[in-house]
Structure formats: C-alpha cells, structure tokens
C-alpha cells in the first residue's frame, strides 16, 4: 500500500476532479484556481517519473496487476473511483459510487463506464479463478440506464477452456436491478501458466 | 463552448491528475499539497450545483449530448481525456493521447479504456448517421494490447434497423494497426424519432 501522504494526494485529487465540474464560481476566479494548481503541478514534477505507475512498479511474478496506477482500482489513480475489489472462489464483487465525472447521458452512468469497470471486475473474477490474463473478448448489454450514485458490480467463472476463462457479470443499481450485463473471455499468458504449473508440482 | 477560466480550470486539474500519479516527491510533502488542494476544493464548492453537469446543461432537443460533463468528449470533466471526435457523412473518428492514468496491464491502456472509448465513438458514429441513441449492446474484441500514447479511434455505420443503428469500429496503434475492434447496437429513443419526421415533415 503506498505511503499515507500519497494517498492523501490522490483523494484530494479526486475531490477537485468533482468539484471543478460542479462549480458555479465566476470564470476568473476559476483561472485564478487554474494558476494555483498549475503550481502545485511544477511541485510534484519536480521530482517525478516518465512512466506510468504499472511500469514504473510492477508487481513481481503478477505483471498484470497493477493496483496502484490501474484506471478502475488503481488507489494512486484519481481517475479511478477506485473499484475496490473482493474475491471469494471464482467470484468478484464491488461497491462503489460513481459521482458526476463518470456522466454519459444526463444523470446517467457513460455505458462506456460501466463497460469499463466491467472489464476490471470480470478480469478480475478470471484471476481468482486462477486465470490472471488479458482481455481478449468483452460482450456487453445495456438493459436500463445506470443511475449515478452507488452500484455493485458482480462476477463469476463460468467456464474453463485450456488457458481461457469465460466469466458473467453484472452491475445492480441500488434496488438491485441488472442494469448491464456482461460476458467476458480472459486469456492467461503462457508464461503465468507455466509458473503456475511450476508451483503446482513443487509446492 | 464553456468561458475560459474553466476551460483553464480543467486543463489544469488533468495536468495535475496526471503528476499526482507520476511524482516521487517524498509522502510529507504529498501530503502537504493534498492540503492546498483541499483549499481549493473548497473555493470550488463555495459556489456549487449539486447536480451532474448534463443534467445542469442539458442540451435542448438533443438530451443525449454532453459535451461539458460527459466523461470522454467532455471539455469540463478532467477525467476526459478528452476525445475531439470528428463527424463526416455516417462516420466517426478522433486522434487523441492516453497518458498514464489510463493505464491497465504495465505500459498499456486499461482494456476498459479502450471499451469506453469506442462506445463513445461508435455512438456517435450512430449519431451522425442519424441515429442519436442510447447503447443497447457492444462487442469488443481485443487482438493485441494497445500502448498507452498516441491514438487513433474510428467508427461508421454498419446497417439500419428501424430505431436501431448497427455501427463497427476500432483503436488503431501509432503503426495503423488495429488493436481493438468493436461493434455497436444503439437504439434512437422514440421522441427523438418522431421530432425527427416532424423536421422532415415540416421543414
């Protein structure tokens, strides 16, 4: 987990995200507010990375999980909600809140939004099914719009093929309504399930 | 088009997203500058709506664009990238850039990235089309991963059927190569439909 004064950083972040959006303060003051951030800016690139977080601070022997710059769970990322995630078996789920910077539609979830955090939190079902890979297919039906507000998202495994997953899931809206749907097929790299094998047969 | 202070406002709170997730600055001082942050935050929110930026600038007789808070093409909403899409006969296309806080597996853009914005584009293919509408349902195929950086998506209109706009498309990589492809059903709401043949009807 990174440092408290990251975090901090980043949940602040997401707070100016929301609020710049939703402000009513007259235009000059807001380029007044554009200048101070732009200082703050300078300060944090004063000593700073090229590369995205991913790279930047890979997870060893999981190269695919990348839980700090990731755009739906990434805790260090403020465009990320962030999606915090729970596994259980062959299953994910998550709670989360999706204020207006996640807009499509007027007062509705972008169905690109939710494809999105669909995309995560299927992948991520296929991981704790023990198939961590890359997206290779994503089928999505939109059934009735997604309010704003507070979702749960829901995956399951259903189907093993070779060093394919096939996971369903779902995002409810808050009266437990299917809102969209989702299959997804996640492949797992050659090399993580070799290592996989590896760990099987010695451990 | 928004006034300028706040076109100002969201350029610099991208920029800042964007060092927030890059910087090595040790955690006190983050943390220090998530305290200025907050300060402006409330600057912000002194004068605020409580609502989505769609539902406070709904656009007349076009409900569906969101131009200012949508989260792809909006120029208000910092998590945009934005996308500057481009409409010509039955098609759509933008070139944009995806920096590190659209990240997913190390190096490359989130898969969901890649879904939420070729729902966007490929909407608006149906739209230019005529077919102004919600997505019904999306199919996504992921044939190599897509870097993060500089990119390319396309769309154009597939077939019509009644209210329904079938629409393909995809990401093109740095190279031209196709590294997502996606095909769309978006349905036009029925209002939309019929003030449509009344345009037609009447003028």
């Known amino acids: 987990m990174p440092e408290t004064g990251y975090l901090a950083l980043t949940a602040s972040t997401r707070a100016l995200i929301d ?51 990731n755009a739906v769970v990434g805790v260090r ?24 910077s996640y807009e499509g539609p007027p007062g509705y979830v972008h169905g690109g939004v939710c ?19 890359m997206t290779a297919g994503l089928t999505i039906r939109f059934h009735r719009p997604t309010p704003l507000g507070r979702l749960r998202a829901e995956a399951e495994l259903h189907e093993r093929d070779g060093r394919k997953a096939h996971v369903n ?3 409810l809206d808050p009266d437990g ?22 760990r099987h047969a010695h451990g």
Request: charged fraction near 25%; proline fraction near 7%; glycine fraction near 10%.
């Open 19 to 69: 609020a710049q959006l939703r402000t009513r303060i007259d235009s000059g003051e807001a380029l007044e507010i554009a200048r101070e951030i732009d200082i703050l800016v300078k300060r944090l690139l004063e000593s700073s990375s090229t590369e995205p977080l991913g790279v930047a601070f890979p997870h060893p022997g999981r190269p695919l999980r990348n839980d700090h710059g």
């Open 77 to 100: 990322n403020a465009i990320a909600p962030p999606v915090a995630t729970v596994w259980e078996r062959e299953r994910c789920w998550a709670e989360f809140t999706l204020g207006a």
């Open 115 to 133: 494809a999105l955090i669909l995309d995560q939190v299927l992948g991520e079902g296929a991981a704790a099914a023990g198939y961590p890979g």
């Open 169 to 171: 899931g779902h995002i």
């Open 177 to 198: 309504r299917v809102t969209v749907s989702a299959h997804g097929v996640y492949v797992m790299p050659r090399h993580l399930q070799e290592s996989d094998r590896a």
